[in-house]
């Protein structure tokens, strides 16, 4: 998962983040195979509209799922809701609003499904809200964050991991609903910060460094048998079991790093709010499907985003590259039936829609 529209491009004084660490671990290094891989490279020559605010009054959709028979479910950051369409683009229902009663959020963060539930992520009031297909509310479960980013992701219907950023001298945290037991892994590479000198992290960040409190932010997927953390600021991926063991890293070159880089470093000797800092994401989204997984690239300044595929040993195996006009994609979901992907861009109000070559 990521950071809603609103949390995306700033942080603030309130935000803390700290890095990451995998010491004591007899296996962090995954060793590349004898064989070198070829990466395929391909272009999406088009991207089709599937569904916009002129069609089925969708604001600023932040988040889509394909769920298990088929249909599209579509978050709405603008309006807090939830809209499920079929794979022609026709609405079925939509559900849910703005508010702190029972189906309602304050920021609807992610989208997670497991099973044939969609379990809608309110990262303001730290619950998961489970719904069925048909929009019924089947319950909320609440949980604490001591972190500022609150990234989770579901393991199961019952198991969820958590983002912590230090806390406790950890990365991550798993917490069962049913049992309140919790556990934490992850070795932190820095100690946690006690407050924040934003002017100590953005003369780092001019001078061509990575800030500490950058260093943390994550975001997570599970297969359901294990755990996948990418650090957004490092381009660094890791695997982790259910224990907590961490069973690889890799650091992942992907082809917009190092123009994203020098685009942030630049923002931040041009940025003169003090109480501000451009926020370095090399990602934009993050998924798993079946023995893969895809990362959606943050895009640069005049460059173009792209999807890249891995192998699950962190692998690049094939790049496909976004056609130069399209508007920024947040979020990403793929059918590896027939290789057609879905893009939300929310500060256009447009999901898309494209096939990946093969």
């Given at each position: 998962?990521?950071?809603?529209?609103?949390?995306?491009?700033?942080?603030?004084?309130?935000?803390?983040?700290?890095?990451?660490?995998?010491?004591?671990?007899?296996?962090?290094?995954?060793?590349?195979?004898?064989?070198?891989?070829?990466?395929?490279?391909?272009?999406?020559?088009?991207?089709?509209?599937?569904?916009?605010?002129?069609?089925?009054?969708?604001?600023?959709?932040?988040?889509?799922?394909?769920?298990?028979?088929?249909?599209?479910?579509?978050?709405?950051?603008?309006?807090?809701?939830?809209?499920?369409?079929?794979?022609?683009?026709?609405?079925?229902?939509?559900?849910?609003?703005?508010?702190?009663?029972?189906?309602?959020?304050?920021?609807?963060?992610?989208?997670?499904?497991?099973?044939?539930?969609?379990?809608?992520?309110?990262?303001?009031?730290?619950?998961?809200?489970?719904?069925?297909?048909?929009?019924?509310?089947?319950?909320?479960?609440?949980?604490?964050?001591?972190?500022m980013n609150k990234e989770t992701t579901l393991i199961n219907d019952s198991l969820y991991v958590i983002g912590i950023e230090g806390v406790s001298g950890s990365l991550l945290q798993v917490q069962n609903f049913k049992s309140d037991s919790v556990f934490n892994f992850g070795t932190p590479k820095a100690e946690k910060e006690q407050g924040l000198d934003l002017k100590k992290s953005?003369?780092?960040?001019?001078?061509?460094?990575?800030?500490?409190?950058?260093?943390?932010?994550?975001?997570?997927?599970?297969?359901?048998?294990?755990?996948?953390?990418?650090?957004?600021?490092?381009?660094?991926?890791?695997?982790?079991?259910?224990?907590?063991?961490?069973?690889?890293?890799?650091?992942?070159?992907?082809?917009?790093?190092?123009?994203?880089?020098?685009?942030?470093?630049?923002?931040?000797?041009?940025?003169?709010?003090?109480?501000?800092?451009?926020?370095?994401?090399?990602?934009?989204?993050?998924?798993?499907?079946?023995?893969?997984?895809?990362?959606?690239?943050?895009?640069?300044?005049?460059?173009?985003?792209?999807?890249?595929?891995?192998?699950?040993?962190?692998?690049?195996?094939?790049?496909?590259?976004?056609?130069?006009?399209?508007?920024?994609?947040?979020?990403?979901?793929?059918?590896?039936?027939?290789?057609?992907?879905?893009?939300?861009?929310?500060?256009?109000?447009?999901?898309?829609?494209?096939?990946?070559?093969?």
């Amino acid at each position: 998962m990521k950071m809603t529209p609103s949390e995306y491009r700033y942080f603030f004084l309130a935000l803390i983040i700290i890095s990451v660490a995998f010491q004591g671990c007899n296996n962090q290094n995954e060793k590349s195979a004898d064989k070198p891989i070829t990466i395929q490279n391909f272009e999406i020559d088009t991207l089709k509209v599937f569904t916009s605010f002129e069609t089925h009054d969708i604001a600023q959709p932040s988040d889509v799922k394909i769920l298990k028979n088929g249909h599209i479910a579509i978050a709405d950051y603008g309006q807090q809701t939830i809209s499920i369409l079929k794979k022609d683009g026709s609405l079925i229902h939509s559900f849910g609003r703005q508010g702190r009663g029972p189906g309602e959020f304050l920021n609807i963060r992610d989208i997670l499904t497991i099973g044939e539930h969609i379990s809608v992520y309110d990262s303001h009031q730290n619950r998961l809200v489970v719904f069925n297909y048909s929009g019924e509310l089947l319950r909320s479960e609440s949980f604490s964050s001591a972190s500022m980013n609150k990234e989770t992701t579901l393991i199961n219907d019952s198991l969820y991991v958590i983002g912590i950023e230090g806390v406790s001298g950890s990365l991550l945290q798993v917490q069962n609903f049913k049992s309140d037991s919790v556990f934490n892994f992850g070795t932190p590479k820095a100690e946690k910060e006690q407050g924040l000198d934003l002017k100590k992290s953005k003369r780092q960040l001019k001078a061509g460094k990575v800030p500490n409190f950058f260093k943390n932010k994550v975001i997570l997927n599970s297969d359901g048998t294990h755990i996948y953390a990418f650090f957004e600021a490092l381009s660094e991926l890791q695997k982790y079991d259910l224990h907590g063991n961490l069973l690889w890293s890799r650091m992942i070159d992907l082809p917009n790093n190092k123009q994203i880089f020098e685009d942030i470093v630049e923002s931040a000797k041009e940025n003169t709010n003090a109480r501000s800092i451009p926020v370095l994401n090399y990602i934009a989204d993050f998924l798993i499907i079946e023995d893969n997984m895809f990362i959606l690239t943050a895009r640069p300044s005049g460059g173009s985003q792209y999807i890249v595929k891995l192998n699950k040993q962190g692998e690049i195996v094939a790049e496909y590259s976004m056609p130069e006009n399209a508007t920024y994609g947040y979020d990403i979901d793929i059918n590896p039936e027939d290789n057609t992907a879905y893009f939300t861009s929310w500060s256009a109000g447009i999901v898309y829609k494209g096939i990946l070559p093969e």
